[in-house]
């Protein structure tokens, strides 16, 4: 799943039509394999945008929970240190192998 696309259920205030047309372009850039259309494709990038959209919105609108609203200031800060986790792992994992391509050198 792309990491950009946010989850947009049960947010405190809800989810605006912006969020669910910026999660929708990036779902189609992710399935289209491109963040920008060439101008034959640009018709049916936007028309998968827009269907995507609707099919979010309606989704969110749908959807019911018993938990607690969540803020958009405490999820970004969960994605936030999910992703310093992710990064300082892979500087560590680079970091190891550096180390072992100097060992075998000697």
Partial sequence: MCR???PL?????AATDE??????LQY???????T???QVNREAFEQAVAQIAAA???LV??????????TREAE??????????RYEAIRVFQQQKRDARAAAEQ
């Fill in 4 to 6: 950009n696309i946010v």
């Fill in 9 to 13: 259920n049960n947010l405190d205030p």
């Fill in 19 to 24: 969020e669910c047309r910026d999660a929708a």
């Fill in 28 to 34: 189609v850039r992710k399935i289209a394999g491109t």
């Fill in 36 to 38: 920008t259309p060439s």
């Fill in 56 to 58: 979010t919105r309606q």
């Fill in 61 to 70: 609108d749908g959807l019911t929970t018993s938990a607690p609203p969540k």
């Fill in 76 to 85: 970004a800060a969960k994605r936030r240190a999910r992703s310093a986790d």
